[in-house]
């Protein structure tokens, strides 16, 4: 059975940066997609990034591209994003999840089939 499970969330002061991480149980990265949204309360969770099963391409939201940064590592079916110059607005909870097996990005939450249960981040000084 898949799971995803997300840490590195926390409060960081704004300018600063985080790393979070997201692990894959139950299956590779060569054969599942994962990408990253986040949610504030009373709004539906955005899509920020998406990278590709195997070695398929990265897809970003234009709302996040440039300050948010997604990555993998095959060995340790790890997906990382990478938060730089976070913002008060950036406070969230973020979320990884996966599409079904052997299937393309997506940034739409309908997209996804299987969901970790978020690391939360405070950005404020």
């Known amino acids: 059975q898949v799971q995803l499970v997300e840490s590195g969330g926390g409060l960081v002061q704004p300018g600063g940066s985080l790393r979070l991480s997201c692990v894959l149980s139950?299956?590779?990265?060569?054969?599942?997609?994962v990408a990253w949204f986040r949610q504030v309360p009373g709004m539906e969770r955005g899509g920020i990034a998406c990278?590709?099963?195997?070695?398929?391409?990265?897809r970003y939201s234009d709302s996040w591209k440039g300050r948010f940064t997604i990555s993998k590592d095959n060995t340790v079916k790890t997906v990382y994003l990478h938060l730089n110059n976070l913002k008060p607005e950036d406070t969230a909870v973020y979320y990884c999840a996966a599409p079904s097996y052997n299937r393309r990005c997506g940034l739409s939450w309908y997209d996804m089939d299987y969901w970790g249960k978020g690391t939360p981040v405070t950005v404020s000084s």
């Open positions: 990278v590709n099963k195997g070695g398929g391409p990265t």
């Open positions: 139950g299956g590779t990265l060569d054969y599942y997609a």
